[in-house]
Structure formats: C-alpha cells, structure tokens
C-alpha cells in the first residue's frame, strides 16, 4: 500500500500472538508455530519500518512466559538468538537501531550476549528504532523505574510524568497505535505506562498469518480514528 499521503502512527506496538494455535489447527506441535511467527516477526518488521514508522515494538516474551515449559521455553529462546544474530547486518545495513525492554534476569546467558551485541551494534543508526520487549512486563518496569529514582535521590517535588518517563528502560514516544494479533482482548502487561492513550486494534488473524496487507488495514482504520486527548474540538 501507498502510504505517502497518510498520517502514519509514529509508534505502532505488537503483541505477537496466537502461534501455538496457528500450529494446532494444522495439527503441528506449538514449537512450529513459534517457528513461522518468528519468519513472519522479520519480514513483518522490516516492511513497517521502511514505511516510515518510526518507533516498532514488539512483544515477544513476557515475564510471564517463564511459567511455561522447559521445552517452550528454550525453544523461544534458541529462536531469539538465531534472529538476533542473524539479522544483525539487515538492521545495520538499514541503519535501524535495535533497542531491548526488559529485565536481565533470568533470560539465559546466550540471549543476553547475542541481545547486547545486536543493541551495541546498531546504537548509532538514525533510521527507526525497533524495541524488542523480551523477558518484559510493564508493572515491572514502573517498579524498576521507581527503585532507579530512589536510587538516583530524586527530589519528589521535581517529579513529574515527564521525568518519571525518563527512568523507564527505553527512551520512546507514547504508543500511538497497538495492534494484538489473534483475536485476545487484553493488555497482558504490555507497555502500561507508554499505552496510556493509544488506538488499539484487534485483529483475529493469528500471528503467523498476519502480513503486510493485514498491517495496511490496521493503518487504514487507525487514520480513521478520532484521537481526542481528553479535549473537545472547536467544531464540536
Ligand atoms: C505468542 O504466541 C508468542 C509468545 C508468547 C512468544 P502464543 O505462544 O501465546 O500462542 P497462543 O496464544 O498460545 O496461540
Ligand atoms: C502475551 O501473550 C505475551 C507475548 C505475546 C509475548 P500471552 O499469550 O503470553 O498472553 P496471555 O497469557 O494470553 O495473556
Ligand atoms: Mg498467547
């Protein structure tokens, strides 16, 4: 789709959803779901980053995941470090710089080396920021941000949203539209703080299924949207 003369969302977020019932309505196990949505991840991405959106981010694993098996589990992380290692030179060439959201602990050494070592290599880049929310949940990064500002000694009189912002794990503009894939209708602690006032869309189509024509449609009914802020216009 054409998207020159639309007003882009400047920051579009992802719940990447529904690959394990993708795979089980093939009669696959869910390791292969999560195999064709981590294909679908990558050229996903790349097509909404060349369209000019600034900010992506993807919800690839909660800190809740962990309560899933052992087997699930690996799996997803072997699948992070193949991608991240694999797609380095794509987001170097493309001059993206890929950002992390999410705590260390108790992500597996491979994923924390193979994560620092694609964040280091494209800091620098200037052409869109794509944020991998891996091993996130969004009431742990208000607590983390606030055991920084105590740490930092901040006065409470000089706090406010803007400078509690600072202290989140990434530098980013408030969501702007949030798509979930797969036809759930919840936020499963994604992005509390930066979702506050965002468009959400719910597309049925699981993950795997969910392409570039799928995301021209979610844009096409966000610039429908009427995005009030809390405020009345003047026509109104
Ligand atoms: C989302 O797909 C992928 C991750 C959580 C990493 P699911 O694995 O949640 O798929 P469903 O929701 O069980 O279908
Ligand atoms: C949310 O999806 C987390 C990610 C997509 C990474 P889940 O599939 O884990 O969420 P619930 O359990 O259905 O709320
Ligand atoms: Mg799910």
Not at 48 to 74: H, P, Q, W
Request: charged content about 30%; aromatic content about 12%; some cysteine.
């Amino acid at each position: 789709m054409d998207y020159t003369d639309l007003k882009l969302p400047r920051h579009v977020a992802i719940i990447v959803d529904g690959n394990g019932r993708w795979a089980k309505e093939r009669g696959m196990s869910r390791l292969k779901g999560h195999d064709a949505g981590f294909e679908n991840l990558k050229t996903l991405s790349k097509y909404i980053l060349s369209k000019g959106v600034a900010y992506l981010s993807l919800y690839v694993f909660s800190t809740e995941n962990f309560k899933r098996d052992a087997k699930e589990v690996g799996h997803l992380m072997d699948l992070f470090v193949l991608m991240y290692k694999k797609e380095l030179n794509y987001f170097a060439e493309n001059n993206i710089k890929v950002v992390f959201s999410g705590r260390d602990e108790p992500l597996p050494k491979r994923v924390m080396e193979a994560r620092d070592e694609l964040a280091a290599k494209t800091a620098h880049n200037t052409g869109g920021v794509l944020n991998f929310c891996l091993n996130y949940g969004g009431r742990a990064e208000i607590v983390d941000a606030v055991k920084k500002i105590v740490r930092a000694g901040i006065n409470v009189e000089d706090l406010s949203e803007a400078e509690f912002a600072k202290y989140l794990y990434q530098d980013l503009p408030d969501v702007d539209l949030m798509i979930r894939t797969s036809g759930e209708l919840r936020l499963s602690n994604f992005l509390l703080w930066q979702n506050s006032y965002a468009e959400f869309y719910f597309p049925k189509t699981k993950f795997p299924d969910f392409h570039a024509e799928d995301f021209d449609q979610a844009v096409l009914e966000y610039t429908k949207r009427d995005r009030r802020f809390g405020a009345i216009k003047d026509s109104e």
